[in-house]
């Protein structure tokens, strides 16, 4: 199977299908990342962050600013694959709708939601997790000892950037079982209208960021800006 990958300090890049990034988990089991462009910018003073986007099986594309440096200054010809529109597609997917899933959330009221957009879903084996706050590390024994005991074949991890990458780490290194691990964040969070919300046209356009600067105009536009200095890695290379 033939793919189009890039590396980026060390971190390799899929751009692909649904179903080639499905398969290539479903085989192998491991972790998706889906790191977001004011995100990226930590890896030169986070290296735990840094580290568990190498050591990911999948990274997908989810910035389109990103998408846009990578085309300008590698000359590659990719495609965004938004973190919001993998889990459409895995949500969709009628093989895994009788498969054990576990949800990690942020929030009871997460929790909630997210449990009761899967069943719309027809998913019928879903397990919830609600994630202390993780302050300087994401070890998480209970965690672990929840995932042992239930053997779930999916994880989808629905707390923020920076925090889901290292706990899905910790998490492969921990379990004796293959298993596919989704570092999707907030997208679920576009599902289930807990955030401004994003459509297809939207997401295709690399408007996102537009929409949730209406919602969350002081947040948004800080990460905005952030985003900005992933140009000094692609200038530097």
Not at 37 to 46: C, F, K, Q, R, T
Not at 116 to 124: A, D, M, N, R, Y
Request: positive net charge.
């Amino acid at each position: 199977m033939k793919l189009n990958t890039f590396y980026f300090n060390k971190i390799r890049f899929i751009s692909a299908k649904y179903e080639v990034i499905q398969s290539i988990l479903n085989k192998k089991g491991g972790y998706l990342v889906a790191p977001a462009a004011s995100a990226l910018v930590e890896i030169d003073n986070n290296k735990t962050y840094l580290n568990s986007l190498i050591k990911s099986q999948v990274s997908i594309l989810d910035s389109g600013f990103f998408c846009i440096l990578v085309r300008i200054f590698y000359k590659k010809k990719i495609k965004k694959f938004s973190g919001y529109k993998f889990l459409k597609n895995l949500l969709d997917d009628k093989k895994i709708k009788n498969k054990k899933i576990l949800l990690i959330d942020p929030s009871k009221i997460d929790s909630r939601k997210n449990y009761e957009l899967l069943k719309q879903k027809k998913f019928s084996n879903i397990y919830s997790y609600i994630a202390p706050f993780y302050k300087k590390n994401t070890n998480d024994p209970r965690l672990i000892k929840i995932i042992e005991q239930k053997k779930p074949r999916y994880i989808i991890i629905n707390i923020g950037g920076l925090k889901q990458e290292p706990l899905a780490n910790y998490i492969a290194k921990k379990i004796s079982f293959k298993l596919n691990i989704y570092c999707t964040g907030a997208a679920i969070a576009f599902l289930t209208k807990r955030q401004a919300p994003i459509n297809d046209m939207i997401d295709k356009f690399y408007l996102g960021w537009a929409t949730r600067l209406i919602y969350n105009p002081r947040i948004v536009f800080i990460k905005f800006l952030k985003s900005f200095k992933l140009l000094k890695f692609f200038i530097n290379q």
